[in-house]
């Protein structure tokens, strides 16, 4: 099992829509969970920490299910300027480092 | 102000040279890192600074070496340049190991 794993997409939706990403991780002693969003030859931009009890910011709410070892993020009411590549971001096993996902792709359009 | 600004933004260059990328943070982060983003969009870790100390350095080549004369800076060496070694590569910082990144924009590498 890969240490963080997502779906890739991508995901097209039209502008309005709830759309749902989900992340699977691997070390089940993971602390550290981020949604980080990263747009077409630029840098990956910070979204949102995951907590445990989950958290909401605008129109993006994050969840984390230690249990099944996955975090999903959760848009509601699309827009343009959302389309992105949304990274999963999990400690790796040494507590030492950030693993970043491979990233899922979204393009919303009008 | 640029909080983690690195130089040069396109670097072409032939196979067999020498390089170097800055990177310099000004959020006083204790935390820096170099990042390498390939082809495939893959971004991994290579290397993490803390307090001048190396802490992290996965499995890349000896031809990579991280350079940190303060706290607010991280350059990165690459000597002897190969055709796999093009793509982008991302300077970070963070105020803690785990704590949440900031990148800079990223510097495009293209041997030839």
């Known amino acids: 099992r890969k240490e963080v794993e997502q779906d890739p997409g991508p995901f097209n939706v039209p502008e309005g829509a709830t759309v749902a990403f989900n992340c699977t991780y691997s070390?089940?002693?993971?602390?550290?969970f981020f949604w980080y969003r990263q747009d077409c030859r630029k840098e990956p931009k910070l979204l949102m920490s995951?907590?445990?009890s989950g958290n909401e910011d605008g129109r993006f709410t994050a969840q984390l299910n230690r249990a099944s070892q996955y975090i999903s993020l959760l848009i509601r009411d699309s827009k343009l300027s959302d389309s992105a590549t949304y990274l999963c971001?999990?400690?790796?096993?040494?507590?030492?480092?950030?693993?970043f996902g491979k990233g899922t792709t979204l393009s919303v359009s009008s | 102000d640029t909080a983690v600004s690195q130089t040069p933004k396109y670097l072409v260059t032939q196979m067999g040279n020498d390089k170097s990328i800055k990177c310099e943070q000004n959020?006083?982060?204790?935390?820096m890192y170099w990042y390498k983003q390939d082809s495939k969009k893959f971004l991994k870790i290579m290397f993490s600074?803390?307090?001048?100390?190396?802490?992290i350095n996965e499995t890349v080549p000896n031809r990579f070496s991280p350079k940190s004369p303060d706290k607010a800076h991280l350059n990165l060496h690459i000597n002897s340049l190969e055709l796999g070694d093009s793509a982008v590569y991302f300077c970070?910082?963070?105020?803690?190991?785990?704590?949440?990144?900031?990148f800079g924009s990223g510097t495009r590498l293209t041997v030839v």
């Open positions: 970070a910082s963070s105020q803690e190991l785990l704590s949440s990144h900031t």
């Open positions: 070390n089940s002693a993971s602390q550290s």
């Open positions: 995951v907590y445990s």
């Open positions: 971001v999990v400690n790796d096993q040494a507590g030492t480092a950030l693993i």
């Open positions: 959020l006083g982060h204790d935390t």
């Open positions: 600074y803390n307090n001048k100390e190396l802490i």
